[in-house]
């Protein structure tokens, strides 16, 4: 349900509440939708694959709290790194 939280096993019902309800609080202190954070996450997306190959299925991105302040978490896994190209004018 929550690909980002690695934990050892599946989470109790209690666990599994809080953690929807500590998201729905974070979402809403930001205020940020589930749709906003899926459009920046394309955008994200989009920008980074001019530089590299990413693992899309494997991109996460969540907002969180700390210290009172939202936080934007991106875990994106890179494939490969793009040559950059020659600008105008340069010798290879």
């Known amino acids: 349900m929550f690909p980002w939280r690695k934990a050892s096993g599946p989470l109790s ?4 509440a809080k953690e929807r309800l500590r998201l ?6 930001a205020g940020c939708t ?3 954070l899926e459009n920046l996450k394309e955008d994200m ?3 980074i694959s001019k530089y590299m190959e990413v693992d899309e299925g494997g991109m996460e991105i969540r907002l969180s709290t700390a210290e009172r302040q939202a936080v934007l978490e991106a ?3 890179v494939r490969t790194l ?4 020659c600008a ?3 010798k290879e």
């Open 13 to 16: 019902s209690k666990e599994t």
């Open 24 to 29: 729905i609080l974070v979402h809403d202190r």
């Open 34 to 36: 589930p749709q906003l």
């Open 45 to 47: 997306l989009t920008v």
């Open 75 to 77: 875990n994106i896994p």
């Open 82 to 85: 793009h040559r950059p190209r």
């Open 88 to 90: 105008v004018g340069c």
